[in-house]
DNA sequence: GATGAATGAGTATTCATTCAT
DNA sequence: AATGAATGAATACTCATTCAT
């Protein structure tokens, strides 16, 4: 996206680039951020910017782009390295937790998007969806999970993972903690959150019911 | 807040600002809403608006504020025009939506409220909340669904409301939908969304499962 | 143009801001002319300034138009008092430079215009080449002048006018009158280029052309 | 001026970023032609440039200069091929436009000079206006042309050819002419105008005037 | 000789807010 | 109560110029 380096210093200059915006955008918020303020973090002079990106837009969708390839490749390992499916999918969504506590960014910036770059948006929601969407499609196969609209469900797991993530990360009841600590995903809340949506997709099957 | 007005006139002014500013913020977010598009569609004078209202963010504060009252106003009513205590939480999540779907400028509204104004955000969010967890608590106690963390399935809840809302109100999946139609909420998604978070809060008494 | 002020005071300031950027313009060229230089020499915040113009360019444009109707109406005041046809259009061409040799602004300006706004350019010759057409219109009807091409004659008389201004006003031999000084037309190449011009235009009869 | 090439390389660029610049600042004038723009139009890197231009103002006055050279040669080429004197100025003139239909650039160039440079527009005007003086001197001494001030005259005909030429190069009638399309010099009006001149230069004596 | 990454001063424009009427 | 003229701080973006490679 926007001009591409042509020199590893180049390279260097616009990574700093991204990482400061992200930096920026996630304390500042969209609209508080300012060029300069980015340039001055990334420790380049202003009209360096300008180099590779075309504008404010630009650098967001690309915050938005890399913040959603790091997480879905977070949630990915850690599903790959569990053992069973079901192992697999609370890795997943843990990975996903852990993120963004790491991030709280994250939310910051994707929550903003709605009129700064929809398009950006819409794509960070969707990305994660399509990785729940495959992961339950072949759970359902594999008859780990029943019958069920995946579609709607995965959409309805975004959402948990969205808002209990905001509610741990972004109001993290110990508001005292001080800036830049990294939130504690409550363990309990998690495991009574992961139970309710086991629960929600547990196959048919009597006697194996995850309601128990 | 801010200002009462102290007559009849002063009292219609004031409301159709707050009426023009949920309109304005809805369609153009809160930073591209000026207080004079604001006044404008309100059809007053740009130095009334400061005769009501502290300034910028006072006047997004009341918005939310009005929209949250409206919305557990609309979910509340719904449910207690139902029968039992099952259709009265479909009724009223049916309600939310439909608020929602009415009123797409809420969706809008609050997902701006992060850097605009945190409080209000978090209003926002906890008094619904709360209308959850109240529901929750009685058919809890009256043995409807199982004994289970309420607070953190109520806030699940909350997310998928607020995620599948998203999806079906604001990308309309017809998005040649001419402008100003109000979304209608898919029948079949819904069912599949309410199954799910049924089957999670199903008690656990054999036989009576929500799983079938 | 642009939009109207609607009270008396409005008025006032919207017509300082054409004087200032009349000054700025010609002191400095258009693109050195900045909105702040013109608000100062205004003597108004820079905020105000928008509240009559859309921009640069529009202010330019009026500026532009202004001086167009005042050179034009010096033109044709003193037409109007002289005495016969021949003596109206002396006292035309003498007014011309008069004025400007009195607002010099008037060709810097008008010379920076092919880029800024080519429009406005073309309006300002045509218009002043327009009251040439008419006035050797009726001249020829009157047998003053022979019979010719009025239209391609009075684009010559404009170019005369716009050269010898140029040279005249801000080339003035003695460079180093005072700053701000009102140049003087020399009579003696003043009467020169008369004679040149109305010996072009003199009719044909024998006895009578102005070639003696 | 500026720095010389040392190479035959070298010469070659610098003359690639000439002709560029020609280009540049005659499409698009001075302040929005940029130097990455003429290096870019020249095929070289940005810091070439300033290895043969002071800066941009140095690489205008080298345009300038440029032009007037060649126009001046094509006018003096032209008035040498032909017979007599008398034909010998028409030829000049006839030259003067065509060289600047051909290069319309020339105009717009010249006309942003005032601030740009005002050396490099005296010089420019200055130097044609010697030619015509020469030429009219000459002509004087042969009883071609009548006593008269030549140096007011000469700045006359500057006038009048920069008038016309823009009015026929510049504002083609024919506007829906292709762009790129060398405008034509309308050969009546180019008639009308050189009988005008030539009365308003004709000697006294009787039945050899220009007036017939 | 040639290049292009880096720089920051400069500028048009927006908008929340104040205040005299 | 209502108005709208006035303000200036704030900000995105451009571009001539430098310099290390």
């Known amino acids: 996206m926007s001009t591409t380096p042509r020199t590893a210093r180049g390279t260097r200059t616009r990574a700093r680039l991204v990482a400061a915006a992200e ?80 991030h709280p960014a994250l939310y910051r910036i994707i929550r903003q998007a709605e009129f700064v770059s929809p398009g950006a948006l819409r794509m960070h929601y969707t990305r994660i969806v399509n990785g729940y969407v495959e992961g339950l499609k072949a759970a359902r196969e594999a008859g780990d999970i029943r019958e069920m609209d995946v579609d709607t469900v995965a959409w309805a797991l975004m959402g948990i993972g ?20 990294v939130a504690e995903i409550p363990e309990a809340e998690f495991e009574e959150m992961m139970r309710f949506i086991e629960r929600g997709m547990a196959p048919v099957a009597p006697g194996k019911g995850a309601g128990e």
Chains 1, 2, 3, 4 share one sequence.
């Open 162 to 181: 969205e808002m209990l993530g905001m509610r741990w990360v972004l109001w993290n009841k110990e508001a005292d903690t001080e800036a830049g600590a």
């Open 23 to 102: 930096e920026v955008f996630g304390s500042l918020g969209y609209h508080d951020a300012s060029i300069v303020k980015i340039t001055e973090e990334a420790g380049v002079g202003l009209g360096t910017f300008y180099l590779y990106f075309e504008g404010k837009q630009a650098i967001f969708d690309e915050v938005v782009e890399d913040l959603n390839r790091r997480v879905r490749h977070a949630m990915t390992e850690a599903a790959r390295a569990a053992g069973n499916r079901i192992d697999a999918e609370r890795a997943g969504f843990r990975a996903f937790f852990r993120f963004t506590a790491e």
